[in-house]
């Protein structure tokens, strides 16, 4: 029996999630604030892991586990593949987004980005603000990812980049 | 009221009834009167600054509807002229057109207001009106970087408005 939910609803609900958190929760820690959301992901991630490997075999190594990832557990959350994975064959891997879902609708100021093209400097200006604002909302995805391959037993760190809106890359470093 | 699924806005676009650069200008205001976005195309003569701008449109829009539902001939009970009615209720009007521009209005029940100048062959617009709003509701409501009630400023939703009006008479 499949339960569908709005994505609207979904959208909506994360976005008060990560406004929650960095400011009533933890005004100025952002850093505490980033770490409690992620766990909010891992524990999403650990659940799903279960739901969706649930008829399969078990994977033979990390690199069939990410591919998983790449295709049908993304296919689950999003509606579509990663579009680029990319691997050092040492135990990292970067999968790339080229218009992540929570990211779509995102945009910034057109103004405060061109006055901090043509200031340059390292001062926290409204475009670094809105980065900054943005790189919140991609903890909860990296914490899904942590969460479903430590439920597979890899232990792994997931980081977050955004390229240029709404194309993002994640990170994953396997623990040897 | 329409559900979305995935990333795709829908409806899709209605066809354009004649070729592109008609659109004048457009504004939008929110229920307080604040002018959320005003963007214009091509704007030949402008006699106001822009704040008095803003706000003899919100009060002419404000006028003309209290006017039109008070001298609606079909409905039987008529507060006084100049009494505030809540969004959709009492008849709305949705355009006028003089020799020179057409202007067309809509306004959602959360009090959202759009208005667009055209040229004055331009059809219905209420259609385009419809799609102008989904994607506010895409670009800036679901915008996390967005706080309802301050004027609009998102790159996205700029460009996506100016794609569409380009295409649209």
Known sequence: MVREVSESCLDNLLTEVVSCYCNRFYPNKHDLAARRIEAIGYQVGHQLSERY?????????????????????????????????????RGTFVLQDNKFCWLAHMSIDPLADSSKSADGSASPTAGNKATHAMKMHLYFPCGILRGFLSNLGILCAVSADILTLPTCAFTIRIKA | MQFFGGSEISPSPPVPTASGNNGHMIYMFNRNGVCLLYREWNRPLRTLNAQQDHKLMFGLLFSLKSLTAKMDPTSAEKGNLGVPQLPGQGCSFHSFRTNTYKLSFMESPSGIKIILVTHPRTGDLRDSLKYIYNLYVEYVVKNPLYTPGSPIRCQLFNTTLDQYMRGIA
Do not use: G, S
């Open chain 1, 53 to 89: 490997t649930m008829e399969r075999p078990r994977f033979n190594d990390h690199l069939e586990a990410i591919k998983f990832i790449c295709k049908d557990f993304w296919l689950e959350l999003f509606k579509k593949h990663i579009d680029n994975l990319r691997t050092n064959h």
